[in-house]
């Protein structure tokens, strides 16, 4: 469209471009991306890097050749790097992880040892609801073991605990259903991990990840509240994309464990990211979405710099948006029960493949399947999967929902298999509500 940018004041070389329908995100403009420029009476072509987005224009850089006095032509461009690092984690991920995530094969005589295992070395509980392709090795078993009693949240109820002791395990899956305390559930695991490495000293290093900010920013609260319950308190770090807005981040705790961009470049800043080193010494947790992952594997990080990797409401994320944090996973040697292709990995899905899965517009991306996540494929099945590829943890207790709204959710996705847990008095004190 036609336009006309005029320069800012101040130090930095910033034009403003007044550009309809921001507000509606149409276009959809993202701090750090191009916008094209061509200016008919200097027959001259620009490009502008956005440091700010506003409801009614945008902030550029420009070259300092640029003439904001004369009328321009303004085209926006297509951001194509969420896909380049999609495409990167697809050839990046290591062969062992790739084939026991995207081709999962049942080996041979699996699932017979699988079953003469021995009930309380079986990784599973009275919530778990597959088999899984390979059993527990001697140091997983004395790993889960090694978990202290003591939770650090002292309602965990027993599907939440079998969960927790899971996500010791090379590759687990917490199912989720609304009011179950799914979050709840990854939190108490996140911290017996770390709890367990500093006991034994053992390395422990968790990247903690979500499709969206808002889901990795309550992941993260909820941590920091206990850093101090440790031995030696633990160090949280929150990564966020460089072009992330800070006035979006509600939490102050969460504020405080990023890192700002206070360049005053006029651009109402944005966030920096850790070196390597840092990432490779101090730090305990790192907090970032599937796609500020890909920031990881930029600055040189390697597969096994995590040992843990958790993906929270992995239903809503694309296969290959899951794979970005995955393909960071620590890999180890086969056991007995995988075959020769299958290495382990120490990952946790979570979610609900019951509830909002990938948004996904393009129809040719639909019929090719697209739309189903890893958490859905994981749990049900479908494509190279023959059945559950890692041990299903369901919760089954809803603490949230009146018990006539938990039934009735309850027959229509979960196969009745979800008990409420909040007491009808209690859920019915809405009733009491003037004007109800």
């Not at 993202?30 to 620009?46: A, E, H, W």
């Not at 990211?273 to 970032?288: F, R, Y």
């Not at 290959?320 to 944090?325: H, S, V």
Request: proline fraction near 6%; glycine fraction near 10%.
């Amino acid at each position: 469209g036609g336009g006309r940018a005029r320069r800012r004041g101040g130090g930095a070389n910033l034009h403003v471009l007044r550009a309809a329908g921001l507000a509606e995100k149409r276009p959809s403009v993202l701090r750090g991306d191009s916008v094209n420029i061509y200016q008919p009476i200097t027959n001259r072509y620009f490009k502008g890097y956005v440091h700010h987005v506003n409801l009614e224009d945008v902030r550029l850089s420009l070259p300092h050749s640029f003439q904001h006095q004369y009328p321009c032509n303004v085209s926006f461009t297509l951001n194509r790097t969420m896909f380049r690092t999609q495409h990167r984690a697809l050839a990046g991920l290591p062969p062992g992880l790739a084939r026991l995530l995207l081709e999962p094969r049942t080996p041979p005589g699996a699932a017979a040892a699988w079953a003469a295992l021995a009930e309380e070395e079986r990784p599973g509980g009275c919530a778990v609801m597959g088999g899984a392709l390979r059993g527990p090795t001697p140091e997983e078993r004395w790993e889960r073991a090694a978990f202290h009693e003591v939770p650090f949240q002292a309602t965990l109820n027993e599907e939440q605990k079998v969960a927790v002791r899971q996500m010791a395990s090379p590759l687990s899956v917490v199912w989720g259903p609304p009011g179950t305390g799914k979050t709840f559930t990854l939190v108490e695991g996140i911290l017996q991990l770390l709890k367990h490495a500093q006991a034994t000293g053992t390395r422990c290093k968790v990247l903690v990840t979500a499709p969206s900010n808002e889901a990795v920013d309550v992941i993260c609260e909820r941590v920091l509240g206990y850093r101090d319950r440790f031995r030696r308190p633990i160090r949280v770090f929150r990564m966020n994309a460089v072009m992330r807005d800070p006035k979006t981040i509600k939490s102050a705790a969460v504020l405080g464990v990023s890192r700002r961009d206070e360049r005053g470049d006029g651009g109402g800043g944005g966030f920096l990211l850790p070196s390597l080193a840092e990432l490779e010494g101090k730090l305990d947790v790192v907090c970032c979405t599937c796609a500020a992952a890909a920031y990881l594997v930029s600055l040189g990080a390697a597969p096994g710099l995590f040992t843990h990797v958790v993906v929270d409401e992995a239903a809503q994320a694309t296969e290959p948006l899951a794979l970005i944090p995955l393909s960071l996973c620590a890999v180890g040697k086969k056991n007995a029960l995988q075959d020769a292709h299958a290495h382990a990995a120490r990952a946790t899905l979570a979610g609900d493949p019951k509830q909002l899965g990938p948004v996904i517009r393009s129809a040719v991306a639909l019929g090719y399947g697209l739309h189903f996540s890893l958490l859905e494929r994981a749990v049900a099945g479908g494509g190279a999967y023959r059945g559950p590829i890692a041990p299903v943890t369901l919760l089954t207790r809803n603490y949230r929902s009146h018990p006539v709204i938990v039934s009735l959710f309850s027959m229509l996705f979960y196969e009745g298999r979800l008990r409420a847990c909040k007491s009808a008095d209690v859920s019915g004190e809405v009733l009491k509500w003037q004007g109800w």
